[in-house]
């Protein structure tokens, strides 16, 4: 039997990638009959399938998905653009249901829904056009590399295969001699709802062995023709992202297909260790192992 509700709550499940949030995220929400509002920075791009294990077409009729491929690759979606949406999505949701939950691995969309973003102050637009040009010329590696030096924090935690995300971080540390990520620690907003945070973890070697097992599996269902289709657009923002990034590389003759996998398989280790860097700084996440959905569903009914 579910649960009385007694307030209107928000459950939050988040962790790295390939831990198993949607799986948990669906019982979770058939549990308490609600829907799911996706915090994943990829999977709300249509164009995007394979690449961004978005849940199947099977997941998807069992529980209702909100910013699942609601946008397109040419739209320029931000934390704050998704703070907006998934505000408003959860008041709609609100309305019908008492629980709502809200699953991803966007770690700065979930603070952005929980706490609100920090306003960071305007740059100084020569050193805007600047990192810009130095970038078109000296590529991906020296902006890692310029951020590694500059925002040491960032680059631990920060999405650094992604360019636009790293030339904004370099920017405000230029103009303003601070990380972006202080920009992001003020007064936390107050949202009328209750949230609950349950985070996902398993050993390192699990983990490890799901991401192996999941790129291989992207790729026999045909990653590689899904990027194919997208790369008249491989300079959009929304793709330069593990995947995707590795894949465009190999199309243009550099690594061998072997090789590109290989990379996309490092590349998401190493993403899904900084995601876990991001999570675990937030003492609020109460942490299970993925097959604790008893465990799990008690908790969260102890609160709700």
């Given amino acids: 039997m579910t649960s009385a509700v007694t307030h209107k709550t928000v459950i939050v499940i988040a962790g790295p990638t390939a831990v198993g949030k949607t799986s948990v995220a669906i019982r979770l929400a058939e549990h308490f009959k609600t829907a799911i509002i996706s915090a994943d920075s990829r999977q709300c791009f249509k164009e995007l399938n394979i690449g961004v294990a978005r849940p199947s077409e099977e997941e998807l009729q069992k529980v209702k998905h909100h910013f699942i491929a609601s946008h397109s690759i040419q739209d320029e979606i931000t934390a704050v653009d998704f703070e907006k949406y998934a505000l408003q999505k959860a008041e709609e949701l609100f309305k019908v249901h008492d629980v709502v939950v809200l699953v991803g691995g966007s770690g700065l969309y979930i603070k952005a829904f929980c706490e609100g973003l920090d ?105 590689l023709n899904e990027v194919k289709q997208l790369v008249p657009y491989k300079n959009l923002n929304a793709l330069q992202t593990v995947g995707y990034a590795e894949l465009f590389e190999h199309l243009e003759g550099k690594p061998t297909l072997y090789d590109a996998v290989e990379r996309i398989k490092i590349n998401t280790r190493q993403y899904a260790k900084r995601q876990m860097t991001w999570f675990k700084k937030d003492a609020s996440i109460k942490w299970f192992n993925p097959n604790q959905l008893g465990e799990i569903v008690f908790e969260v009914s102890q609160t709700v």
């Avoid at 992001?184 to 991401?211: Q, S, T, V, W, Y």
């Fill in 119 to 223: 306003i960071i102050p305007a740059v100084d637009p020569v050193i805007r056009e600047r990192i810009i040009k130095e970038y078109e010329a000296k590529g991906i590696e020296w902006l890692q590399q310029q951020i590694q030096e500059k925002d040491a924090d960032f680059f631990a935690v920060g999405e650094i295969q992604n360019p636009q995300r790293m030339m904004r971080a370099l920017e405000v540390v230029e103009s303003t001699g601070q990380s972006i990520l202080l920009f992001r620690k003020g007064e936390k907003a107050k949202r009328d709802f209750n949230i609950i945070k349950i985070g996902l973890e398993l050993p390192k070697e699990e983990l490890h062995r799901n991401i192996h097992s999941r790129v291989d599996s992207m790729m026999e269902a045909g990653q």
